[in-house]
């Protein structure tokens, strides 16, 4: 149950591998932290998972059979749960006018298989949700996940209703926009970084809702992504400019974790900090939720 006011964040432990990369481990982490109270305004609840007919809305029917016949239920098991609370981080955001799921690995997955650590594009998923479960005219996805997103605009790129903007550090899966419905800019220096974000938040002026793939893999001492000069506090200011583009605009909003990797100088805890900001922000701001259009 949500408080009033409160941001209601998906999360149940069927999300972590015990061993892996930071898409399947940091959540656990991250999730402690919040449980803690180190964030306040925040009411961490488990989702169901996501079922092999929603799947079909995005992924071949071949492909998701072999998911679930895998050798790996327990990969398997992560999937469909941290999917599950992207689906129920959607439709909370309708209710609540912003929600969130520490999901991760959402947006390189291609129709008909897997890519770049992401197994379900959970965007496309919850962008076509938007529309067809909530009757949204205009629904955004906006990607700061230091790689493009290219999986998601082969699904739903060719959708009138979606509106795509992608800021990239690494040309990792890029995409070519061919429709003033999609913006895309791969950062060349952490001084463009953040003009880069202003800018892809002109570009959603007058969408209905906005899904927020809110990448931390841009930082400096990410091992996969990161940038020079991409800072703590420069992650963080981003994170401000998108949750008060949301609050200014009145946009219901989700968002998701994205990428986010250790280094040298970065643990596994320290990785899941590096979430922090993105709920700090979007448990400040307030959006009174819009009615079905």
């Not at 929600?99 to 076509?128: F, W």
């Not at 082969?154 to 040309?171: F, H, K, M, P, Y």
């Not at 605009?249 to 974790?257: E, G, K």
Request: proline share 4%; hydrophobic share 40%.
């Amino acid at each position: 149950m949500t408080s009033k006011n409160n941001l209601p964040i998906y999360w149940g432990p069927d999300y972590v591998l015990d061993s892996g990369v930071e898409t399947r481990t940091k959540s656990g982490p991250l999730a402690k932290i919040l449980i803690g109270g180190e964030v306040p305004g925040v009411d961490l609840i488990a989702p169901l998972p996501i079922t092999r007919e929603e799947l079909l809305a995005i992924h071949d029917e071949q492909y998701i059979d072999g998911l679930i016949n895998d050798e790996k239920p327990e990969l398997t098991r992560s999937i469909f749960a941290s999917t599950g609370g992207v689906r129920d981080a959607l439709d909370a955001m309708f209710v609540h006018g912003k929600a969130g799921s520490l999901s991760s690995g959402l947006h390189h997955a291609k129709r008909d298989r897997e890519y770049g650590l992401c197994y379900i594009n959970g965007l496309a998923l919850a962008a076509l949700r938007a529309i067809s479960k909530h009757g949204v005219k205009k629904v955004a996805v906006l990607d700061t996940d230091s790689h493009c997103g290219g999986g998601t605009f082969q699904l739903v790129g060719d959708n009138e209703r979606i509106v795509l903007a992608d800021v990239s550090c690494d040309s990792y899966d890029i995409w070519q926009p061919n429709s003033d419905r999609h913006h895309l800019k791969v950062v060349n220096s952490a001084n463009e970084y953040l003009d880069a974000v202003k800018q892809a938040l002109k570009h959603l002026d007058g969408v209905d809702a906005l899904i927020y793939n809110a990448g931390m893999d841009p930082f400096e001492d990410c091992m996969t992504g990161g940038m020079p000069g991409i800072t703590r506090e420069v992650l963080a200011e981003r994170e401000r400019l998108v949750a008060q583009w949301c609050e200014d605009t009145q946009t219901p909003a989700m968002f998701v974790l994205a990428g986010g990797y250790g280094g040298k100088n970065l643990d596994l805890d320290g990785v899941a900090r590096l979430h922090l900001p993105t709920i700090r922000e979007f448990a400040r701001i307030r959006i009174t939720p819009k009615s079905k259009n």
